[in-house]
C-alpha cells in the first residue's frame, strides 16, 4: 500500500515557475513506477511526465522542455519543476504510483494510488 501526498501548487503569472512535491509513504513506494497527471476543468485527466523506478522519464509533448521530473527513493519524494508556466498549465495536479510498466505511461486506469491533488493556477 502506498500513501501519496502532494504539495506546491498555487498561483503564478504566465512566465513563472512552480515545484511540485509528491510524499509517499509505504515500504514499497521506492520500487513504483511514478506519475504526474493534471486535470482541467471539463478536461480528461492527462499525463504529464513519468519517472520509473529506476529514472527513465517521459514526457507530454505540450510539457517538453519545461517541465522536469525527478525523484529521490531515499526521501520517498518526488517533484515536478514547471518552468515557464501557461495559461493552460492550469489544472489539479496529482501525482500517481502503480507497480507495473507494461502499459503506456499516460493511462490513468494504469495507476492504482492517487494523491488528493494540488491546484495550478497560471494567469496571463
Known amino acids: 500500500q502506498v500513501q501519496l501526498v502532494e504539495s506546491g501548487g498555487g498561483s503564478v503569472q504566465s512566465g513563472g515557475s512552480l515545484r511540485l512535491s509528491c510524499a509517499a509513504s509505504?515500504?514499497?513506494?521506492?520500487?513504483?513506477?511514478m506519475a504526474w497527471f493534471r486535470q482541467a476543468p471539463g478536461k480528461e485527466r492527462e499525463g504529464v511526465a513519468f519517472?520509473?523506478?529506476?529514472?527513465?522519464?517521459a514526457y507530454a509533448e505540450s510539457v517538453k522542455g519545461r517541465f522536469t521530473i525527478s525523484r529521490d527513493n531515499t526521501k520517498m519524494t518526488m517533484w515536478l519543476q514547471m518552468n515557464s508556466l501557461k495559461p493552460e498549465d492550469t489544472a489539479m495536479y496529482y501525482c500517481?504510483?502503480?507497480?507495473?510498466?507494461?502499459?503506456?505511461?499516460?493511462?490513468?486506469?494504469?495507476?492504482?494510488?492517487w494523491g488528493q491533488g494540488t491546484q495550478v493556477t497560471v494567469s496571463s
Open positions: 519517472i520509473g523506478s529506476i529514472p527513465i522519464t
Open positions: 500517481a504510483a502503480r507497480v507495473s510498466s507494461s502499459t503506456r505511461w499516460s493511462l490513468a486506469s494504469s495507476y492504482g494510488y
Open positions: 509505504g515500504h514499497t513506494a521506492a520500487t513504483y513506477h
